[in-house]
C-alpha cells in the first residue's frame, strides 16, 4: 500500500538532546513537507522540499534541520537550539502538479523532558 | 492577525441536524482553499476543495466569499462519525503548495 510513514509515533527525550523524526512516503511524490501542530494553533511549516537535495526554511525553521537525500526520505532533527520542542510533528508529501493536496502522515509526539 | 481564523468551537450538534461554520482568511491573493479533518491524535485528511462556484460532496457542502473573505462548511444530517475538528486551509498564493492552516472548528455529534 502507497502511503507515508513516520515513526515513532511516541518519543520522549530528555532536554539538551537532539533527536532525529522519520518520515518515509512510496508515492513518488517530489514535494514533502514538516509541520508541527500545538494545542489550540494551526499546523506551522517548520521546512519543506520541492525536489532532492532541495530544501526551505518555513516559517518556524530555528531549531530545526533537514535533508533530503532521497525521493521517498526526509528526515526532520529537532536540535537542542530549539526552545520548546514538545509537540505533535507532521510530515506530508504531494506531487508536483497539484502542491494543494497534501497528504499527511500519521504524527510523531515528541515530548521533551 | 492570523491569517487563517476560525472559531474553535466545540459546536454541540444532535445526530441528524445541520451544523454550519465559517472561517475567514487575510491574504487577498490566496487562489485555493480547503477543509481538512481531523480526527483526535491523528493527521489531517482532506475533506474537500472549495471551488468558487461552491460544491457538494454528499452531505457536505462548502462555500467561497471572496468578496469578505471567508469560506464556509455546512454538514447536513449529521453523523456520529462527523465528530472531528474541521482545518481550514487556504495556499498562501505561491506556487509550492505554501498552506495555511486555521486551528480548527471541533463539532461534536451527540445521539
Known amino acids: 500500500d502507497g502511503g507515508i510513514t513516520q515513526s515513532p509515533k511516541y518519543l520522549f527525550r530528555k532536554e539538551g538532546q537532539n533527536v532525529t523524526l522519520s518520515c518515509e512516503q512510496n508515492?513518488?511524490?517530489?514535494?514533502m513537507y514538516w509541520y508541527r501542530q500545538d494545542p489550540g494553533q494551526g499546523l506551522r511549516l517548520i521546512y519543506y522540499s520541492q525536489i532532492v537535495n532541495d530544501f526551505q526554511k518555513g516559517d518556524i525553521a530555528e531549531g530545526y534541520s533537514v535533508s533530503r537525500e532521497k525521493k521517498e526520505s526526509f528526515p526532520l532533527t529537532v536540535t537542542s537550539a530549539q526552545k520548546n520542542p514538545t509537540a505533535f510533528y507532521l510530515c506530508a508529501s504531494c506531487t508536483g502538479s497539484d502542491y494543494n493536496e497534501q497528504f499527511f502522515g500519521p504524527g510523531t509526539r515528541l515530548t521533551v523532558l | 492577525r492570523k491569517e487563517v481564523e476560525q472559531d474553535p468551537g466545540p459546536f454541540n450538534v444532535p445526530e441528524g441536524a445541520t451544523v454550519a461554520f465559517n472561517c475567514t482568511y487575510s491574504n487577498s491573493a490566496s487562489q485555493s482553499f480547503f477543509w481538512y479533518r481531523q480526527d483526535c491524535r491523528k493527521e489531517p485528511k482532506l475533506l474537500m476543495s472549495v471551488y468558487s462556484s461552491g460544491n457538494e460532496d454528499g452531505r457536505f457542502t462548502a462555500q467561497l466569499n471572496r468578496a469578505s473573505q471567508y469560506i464556509s462548511l455546512l454538514i447536513r444530517d449529521s453523523k456520529l462519525s462527523d465528530s472531528a475538528t474541521y482545518l481550514c486551509?487556504?495556499?498562501?498564493?505561491?506556487?509550492?503548495?505554501?498552506?495555511?492552516f486555521g486551528a480548527g472548528t471541533q463539532v461534536v455529534v451527540t445521539p
Open positions: 486551509v487556504v495556499n498562501s498564493g505561491d506556487s509550492w503548495g505554501k498552506l495555511q
Open positions: 508515492l513518488n511524490h517530489d514535494a
